[in-house]
């Protein structure tokens, strides 16, 4: 078999010839600067006060407005937990979930030390559109490389989100 592979970078493509046949391949990294949506200076300032606020298990809500091509905030939520956001996920288009929660590090202790992580939790549900995930998964990165988030989980159905789930994911947490 002949494999010859040929890089365009002025074009941002790969050209791979197999024994005749010839396939374009949009080059990775371009192709999720195209799909990633901005944050625009509202939304940073927005995110940037929840992320110092004090609030204890509270979450923000995000989606992604695809008219404008940005990410605007959905709701947001005070004293809840992970079963009560599971609530407000819809059931073909993801979410990310932006979360303050408070972690207790030894239940089994009343004076035992506690951590609040800013955590990002990707929403995608099975049912999602591939271009939709493809956007929000590159946005996911903006989001991460803005806020400086402590940790980050990928979630795909509402029944998954309970609080038992994310205690097991923190386990070891510092």
Request: hydrophobic content about 40%.
């Amino acid at each position: 078999m002949v494999c010859q592979a040929d890089i365009n970078s002025e074009q941002n493509q790969i050209s791979v010839k197999i024994e005749n046949l010839n396939f374009y391949f949009l080059h990775s990294i371009s192709l999720l600067n195209m799909a990633s949506c901005d944050l625009n200076e509202e939304i940073k300032e927005k995110l940037r006060k929840f992320s110092f606020s004090q609030a204890i298990n509270s979450a923000m809500i995000l989606k992604i407005n695809r008219k404008e091509n940005t990410v605007v905030v959905d709701r947001t939520i005070e004293n809840a937990t992970m079963e009560e956001f599971a609530k407000y996920m819809p059931d073909s288009v993801p979410r990310f979930i932006l979360f303050s929660y408070k972690y207790v590090h030894d239940e089994t202790d009343q004076y035992s030390r506690f951590s609040v992580p800013l955590l990002l939790i990707y929403f995608s549900p099975p049912t999602v559109q591939t271009y939709l995930n493809m956007v929000y998964t590159a946005t996911k990165l903006t989001i991460m490389d803005q806020l400086k988030v402590a940790k980050v989980y990928d979630i795909n159905s509402e029944e998954e989100m309970t609080t038992e789930w994310l205690r097991g994911k923190l386990k070891g947490y510092r």
